[in-house]
Nanobody, 124 residues
Framework: QVQLVESGGGSVQAGGSLTLSCVAS????????MGWFRQVPGKEREGVAT???????RYAESVKGRFTISQDNTKNTLYLRMNSLQPEDTAMYYC??????????????????WGQGTQVTVSS
């Protein structure tokens, strides 16, 4: 059973930065997709960024140039570095994973495992 534990959320002023971390365990496949999604109350969960085992990345248009997804496979840890944060980035951020595959879309139904979420709040 894959387990994901996020950390690093918090409150920051507009223009600030945060780094989210997600420690993963329980993978049984050599290839996987991992990603970050976010959700605000009353809206659908939105794909923010994904990364494959082979370090292929995808980003939502709204975060390109500001956010960077990365992974340290020696530590089984996924990161999301968020710069130039804006109030519209305020959301609950979730780490997600899928075993197998090399094409990692930004669509949440393609991911099987989810963390508990970490809140990011950006004030103006």
């Amino acid at each position: 059973q894959v387990q994901l534990v996020e950390s690093g959320g918090g409150s920051v002023q507009a223009g600030g930065s945060l780094t989210l971390s997600c420690v993963a365990s329980g993978f049984t496949y050599s290839s996987r997709c991992m990603g970050w999604f976010r959700q605000v109350p009353g809206k659908e969960r939105e794909g923010v960024a994904t990364i494959s085992t082979y370090f292929s990345t995808r980003y939502a248009e709204s975060v390109k140039g500001r956010f960077t997804i990365s992974q340290d496979n020696t530590k089984n840890t996924l990161y999301l570095r968020m710069n130039s944060l804006q109030p519209e980035d305020t959301a609950m951020y979730y780490c997600a994973a899928r075993q197998g595959g090399t094409y990692c879309s930004l669509q949440s139904p393609s991911f099987s495992y989810w963390g508990q979420g970490t809140q990011v709040t950006v004030s103006s």
